[in-house]
């Protein structure tokens, strides 16, 4: 995992906080979750090299 800061309105701040002790999650967790739901199925196209057709020349 990698650490980032994130900047929002107290008031959204508070409400994650409140939701995360109601289910016991960590606000962390809430956050994840709401990304990935926001993001749908979008998955990135893999980037690996080594399965690319090799060039012949």
Do not use: N
Request: proline share 7%; net charge positive; hydrophobic share 40%.
């Amino acid at each position: 995992m990698v650490r980032i800061s994130l900047f929002m309105p107290s008031d959204l701040l508070k409400r994650l906080r409140q939701v995360s002790v109601t289910r016991r999650v960590p606000v962390a967790q809430l956050i994840r979750m709401a990304v990935e739901h926001s993001l749908g199925g979008h998955r990135p196209e893999p980037q690996g090299g080594f399965l690319r057709e090799r060039r012949q020349d």
